[in-house]
């Protein structure tokens, strides 16, 4: 390099960097060789990313202990050899696989849920999605009764699909004042749809059934009729892979269409996931409230607004809390088991409420 060459700017422009109107040489730095960029096989991991990591690595230790836990707490005792081992993997891995499965897939459609519609108090539950999977999944029962399981669970996301298309056109037709509005709307068509749902209930000597969809529990998921739930795993992983995508269709239609990005695309596919989640979870658990809704809004107030950052533990969050709610449930009246929507509801209501409380004091 020459000494004596006129100092640049460090973008490499031939123009002398000035300041308060003198020139004002810049030392130079040397770019490093690949040698120099390269880290050594034993150097340390940064303390910025070590810092990153050990949280999360520590929150993944502690929600395994609780799906640990939740293998041992049940009434029958799985220690009772040969037939104990035996009722573990009918009931208790089953049960475990789908509290995992269930709370990670509900989370993280919550929270793409409150991305495309820019309002944090939006999840399947608060905007219609789950009733109209309800509905769906009636019409399947009262017009082919016959249908498997599999046959249950694509009508109930066809019909969640329609139900969430639906309440994002409603919203593009008004003009919204307030926040509160957008759930308000959802709450309002999922009442709607949930009536109709009811009348037909009771029309066809279904209602029976329609309660038990509508209280959600995991009791009844064993071996051989929770495995259509792997198909939210793949629901998770895609949002995983549309998250850069959904955090700038979440910034809305101008700022996505500016740097090229088709925001109906993101906006239908986002929703699809929503609808194939809240299918699937309704067919084979029922009802999850506020999950979608809590979890969300708890990891964006400690961590921002970034999808791709707060995936991981929005997922850690939702599998946490559906199972500390399922435990409780199964140990609050043992033998009896309290269904995980009751106790998920009342959590999910005092944090709703919260936020809500919190929202209007910053106002």
């Known amino acids: 390099m020459n000494v004596n060459s006129t100092p640049t700017d460090p973008g490499g422009g031939g123009t002398p960097a000035r300041e ?31 810092a990153k990591i050990w949280p999360l690595a520590v929150a993944t230790l502690a929600v395994a202990a609780l799906l640990a836990l939740s293998l041992f707490v049940g009434v029958y005792d799985i220690t009772d050899g040969e037939l104990g081992a035996e009722m573990m993997w009918i009931t208790r891995v089953p049960r475990t696989v ?6 990670a897939a509900m989370a993280a459609s919550g929270l ?7 309002n944090r108090f939006v999840d399947a539950t608060t905007s219609g999605t789950t009733e109209w999977a309800s509905l769906g999944l009636l019409l399947t029962a009262i017009v082919a009764p016959s249908v498997g399981l599999v046959g249950r669970m694509v009508v109930s996301s066809l019909f969640a699909f329609v139900g969430a298309m639906a309440f994002m056109l409603i ?41 038990t969809w509508f209280m959600g529990s995991f009791t009844s998921v064993v071996r051989g009729r929770y495995e259509v739930l792997w198909i939210v795993a793949i629901v998770t992983l895609l949002v995983f892979l549309l998250a850069d995508r959904i955090t700038v269709a979440g ?44 979890v969300p809004n708890v990891v964006a107030t400690l961590r921002g607004d970034n999808v791709r950052s707060n995936l991981p533990w929005v997922c850690l969050g939702g599998i946490a809390l559906v199972t500390v ?39």
């Open 98 to 103: 789908a509290l995992m499965l269930a709370g």
């Open 171 to 211: 919203l593009r037709r008004i003009v919204i004042r307030s926040t509160l509005v957008v759930p308000l709307i959802g709450i309002m068509l999922g009442a709607v749809v949930s009536a109709l749902t009811t009348f037909l209930a009771v029309q066809f000597n279904l209602l029976q059934m329609v309660g």
């Open 112 to 118: 793409v849920m409150q991305m495309l519609t820019q």
């Open 20 to 50: 308060s109107g003198r020139s004002r040489v810049r030392p130079v730095r040397p770019r490093p060789s690949i040698a120099t960029a390269l880290p050594d096989a034993g150097d340390e991991i940064a303390p910025e990313q070590r």
């Open 251 to 294: 910034l809305g239609r101008e700022v996505a269409t500016s740097v090229g990005m088709r925001y109906e695309t993101i906006l239908i596919a986002g929703t699809a996931l929503v609808a194939v989640a809240a299918g699937v979870t309704t067919v084979v658990v029922g009802f999850l409230p506020f999950l979608g809704l809590v």
């Open 325 to 363: 709610c399922d435990i409780i449930g199964r140990v609050v009246r043992m033998p009896f088991e309290v269904p995980v929507s009751m106790v998920l509801g009342m959590v999910g209501a005092v944090v709703f409420i919260t936020i809500l409380m919190r929202g209007r004091s910053r106002a």
